[in-house]
């Protein structure tokens, strides 16, 4: 029996989801747990294979994750109209760093092969590289995401490439990596493609921790609960 929690906020469409998942699973003992405690109990219990958000707050749980474990970083899994890859940074305090977003790409890649998939990553930056100048701003951003490529293929074998702020040209390359400029730009993508225009996301995979846990958002949809648990319940069982 495989052994799954759930967060339960104000949106109620976590209820909806579980009913659905249960009728497809019956293998599975769901478990409905109301406030962040319990939740973040949840994650550090051996004996419960895997935990979603559902529509609890997220502040409190990855601060209370945080100061456990050093290593932390998420990314947000969307897999719809003929793309699939992995969005991140998307917590908006996330990635502020060169350095951090070079260790969110190391374990997107191996989150990737240890599905057998190639890891074809897309660094973005919050212009063209004709934009250089246009701003401090931006001038910073271009220089961060030409050091983070370069960083990348020194530490890994990973396929990567800098397409700059043409995201429209990274998914139509196929990449199952996008590392946005930053939390907060990888946030409002998120939002503009999953909750805006209903792109399938599957929750937000949790790293640098042995659990599972999926981070989701407290705006979701029934459909995307649902496929939140499902992908709790394939990693339980790889």
Request: proline residues 2%.
């Amino acid at each position: 029996m495989t052994k799954i929690t759930i967060g339960l906020g104000d949106n109620k469409n976590v209820i909806k989801a579980c009913e659905l998942f249960k009728k497809e699973h019956d293998d599975v003992e769901i478990t409905l747990v109301r406030n962040d405690d319990d939740l973040v109990k949840a994650i550090l219990d051996d004996e419960i294979d895997g935990v979603v958000r559902g529509s609890l707050p997220a502040s409190s749980v990855m601060k209370q994750l945080n100061s456990k474990f050093s290593d932390i970083s998420r990314a947000t899994y969307i897999n719809g109209n003929d793309v699939e890859f992995l969005l991140t940074p998307v917590g908006i305090d996330e990635g502020s760093t060169i350095e951090d977003k070079l260790k969110i790409a190391i374990h997107c890649g191996e989150f990737l092969e240890k599905q057998s998939k190639k890891v074809k990553i897309a660094v973005m930056a919050s212009g063209r590289k004709g934009d250089y100048g246009r701003s401090e701003e931006i001038s910073r951003s271009i220089d961060e995401s030409e050091q983070l490529t370069q960083l990348i293929k020194e530490n890994t074998d990973f396929e990567v490439k800098n397409h700059y702020i043409l995201i429209e040209k990274a998914i139509a390359d196929n990449c199952n990596v996008i590392i946005a400029p930053n939390g907060i730009i990888g946030n409002i993508i998120f939002r503009s493609l999953v909750l805006v225009n209903s792109w399938p996301s599957c929750g937000a995979v949790t790293f640098g921790i042995n659990e599972i846990y999926i981070d989701t958002s407290r705006d979701q949809n029934t459909r995307g609960y649902l496929r939140s648990l499902k992908l709790a319940y394939k990693l339980a069982n790889i």
